[in-house]
Structure formats: C-alpha cells, structure tokens
C-alpha cells in the first residue's frame, strides 16, 4: 500500500517560515513526480509547487514563487516543502501528492495523496 506522511505544520506570525515533509513508502519514488496542494477554509484545494522525478525540475504558483522552494531527497523518500515569508492567506492544510507523470499543477494528474499538515498564519 502507498502511504504519504506530511509533516512540520504549526502556528507561526506573518513573516515567519516553516518547513513541512512529506514522506513515501510503498511506491517507487523516483519513478513519480511530487507535489505539493493547499486548501484553506472555504476554497478549494489548489496547486503550491511541484517537483520532477529527479529533482530537475520545478513548477510554483505564482502566490508562492519567491517564498516557497520544493525539493526531494530520493534516498531518503521524502519531498519538502521550505516556505519562508508566510502571509495569512497561506494559511490552509498541506498536502503531499504523487503522479506518474510529469509535474503538474492539475490536480487529478496525481494519483496518491497524504492526509495533509496544517499551517496557520495569525499575528
């Protein structure tokens, strides 16, 4: 079975940073592109930053590029998600995707999902 484990959320003010993890088991994971979603109270869930099977590539929302960097580490399983100047409005639950593919801001494209971490941003 395919399990995602994310990890890292918390409470932190506007400004702060934090960095969340995401790791895989019972897949093969440098076989699959990751990425990372959010869905705050009353929206949908949305796109945040993906990342190719070898690292070599990476796809941002525009909301988050400047502030967030995705990357992965193959030999350990694990993606992470660094997210450095955080607004209230990136409050939400984080989740943690695989896909077969290439990286991809769809979210249907991903085929595996973790049960998510919740980062709050209050001053």
């Known amino acids: 079975q395919v399990q995602l484990v994310e990890s890292g959320g918390g409470l932190v003010q506007p400004g702060d940073s934090l960095r969340l993890s995401c790791s895989a088991s019972?897949?093969?994971?440098?076989?699959?592109?990751m990425g990372w979603f959010r869905q705050a109270p009353g929206k949908e869930r949305e796109f945040v930053a993906a990342i190719s099977w070898s690292g070599g590539s990476t796809y941002y929302a525009d909301s988050v590029k400047g502030r967030f960097t995705i990357s992965r580490d193959n030999a350990k399983n694990t993606v992470y998600l660094q997210m450095n100047g955080l607004k209230p409005e990136d409050r939400a639950v984080y989740y943690c995707?695989?896909?077969?593919?290439?990286?991809?801001?769809?979210?249907?494209?991903?085929?595996?999902w973790g049960q998510g971490t919740q980062v709050t941003v209050s001053s």
């Open positions: 995707a695989a896909s077969p593919g290439n990286p991809s801001p769809k979210l249907y494209e991903y085929h595996y």
């Open positions: 019972g897949l093969t994971f440098r076989s699959y592109a």
